[in-house]
């Protein structure tokens, strides 16, 4: 008896299996369609100006004065911060009291000289001194000029950071000055790109301070030389003069490197390298197709696919060639 029901149970099972099996899979379907595929070049870059340059301390010291400018016009020479200078002043103050007496003291023994009572041995050695002490001058009036903070050009104050009582670190920028108009994007693209990518291309931004906005570009220059660390090339992008893109902003460039128009479009997530599966009645057939433009969202099929076929997206990895299966009803 217990033989017979272990039997009948099995034969159950047995059947469920095989009506799971026969049972058509589920797969969303949809139709190819026309429209332009878009070969890019993807970077990420920053918003700057065309025309600037950065301020920064020679040396570390105590700020005394800052021109409180942001935002002003300035021209170039003008005086943007000052540093605690009075050692630096002492000393040549020092120096010019010494330069006073080895000035008298080369006199009179120039006086004696002509008066033959003094050697001119004598009166090199004064020169030389004298000469000595008037370079240590020139050098220290040099140091000086690093404790002012001047304006490297005209234009506009476009950022100033810093606080009179801070200590400045050499190489710590403490202003920014340039031109606000015109704008240009420097961004860093991949190697691999690079050789894609040319002056004169158009490209398109996207920015999160403009969501909603597709902002243009155009490819400007391209360095020469990459970063061997990095591996990338910067490349700058000329901005049209009402972008309402700012000064530091981040933006995503898309370089477009050609564009094929009324190309056969599927969504790239239906493919797997080359190739997708179409709906043949009610079974899902596996086809090789020749993909063109690959883009993030669509992907261009340049043969083995028609307008009217039903492509299976996604990509389903479960399926087998032959299966059967029916449209998910939305």
Not at 53 to 60: D, N, Q, W
Not at 171 to 182: A, D, R, S, Y
Not at 235 to 251: E, K, S, Y
């Amino acid at each position: 008896m217990s033989r017979v029901l272990f039997l009948g149970l099995a034969l159950l099972a047995a059947a469920a299996a095989s009506w799971r099996l026969s049972r058509p899979q589920e797969v969303t379907t949809m139709s190819p369609k026309r429209g332009d595929a878009a070969e890019i070049v993807y970077a990420t870059g920053v918003v700057e100006p065309r025309t600037w340059a950065k301020v920064a301390p020679l040396l570390r010291e105590r700020i005394v004065e800052l021109c409180n400018c942001e935002g002003e016009s300035v021209e170039r020479g003008a005086v943007l911060a000052r540093l605690d200078s009075r050692q630096p002043e002492a000393t040549l103050a020092e120096l010019k009291a010494r330069q006073k007496l080895t000035m008298a003291d080369y006199d009179r023994i120039a006086a004696l000289v002509e008066r033959r009572v003094a050697s001119d041995q004598a009166l090199d050695r004064a020169r030389s001194e004298l000469g000595q002490i008037q370079a240590l001058i020139a050098g220290q009036e040099t140091r000086l000029e690093s404790y002012v903070l001047r304006a490297p050009m005209s234009g506009v104050v476009l950022r100033q950071d810093g606080e009179v009582g801070e200590a400045a670190e050499p190489g710590t920028i403490l202003f920014w000055v340039g031109e606000p108009k015109p704008l240009q994007v420097e961004a860093d693209v991949n190697e691999e790109d690079i050789p894609r990518v040319a002056v004169g291309q158009r490209a398109v931004l996207k920015a999160d301070a403009f969501p909603d906005q597709v902002l243009d570009a155009k490819v400007d220059s391209v360095t020469p030389k990459g970063d061997p660390i990095a591996k990338t090339y910067r490349v700058h992008l000329a901005l049209p003069q009402d972008t309402p893109l700012r000064i530091g902003m981040t933006v995503e460039v898309n370089a477009i490197v050609r564009i094929e128009p009324g190309a056969l479009l599927v969504p790239t997530n239906a493919l797997r390298g080359g190739a997708l599966f179409v709906l043949d009645g009610a079974v899902a057939r596996r086809r090789d197709v020749t993909v063109g433009i690959r883009g993030a969202s669509n992907s261009q099929i340049r043969q083995g696919l028609s307008d009217t076929d039903r492509v299976i997206a996604p990509f389903p990895d479960e399926l087998a060639d032959g299966t059967k299966v029916r449209e998910r009803q939305g």
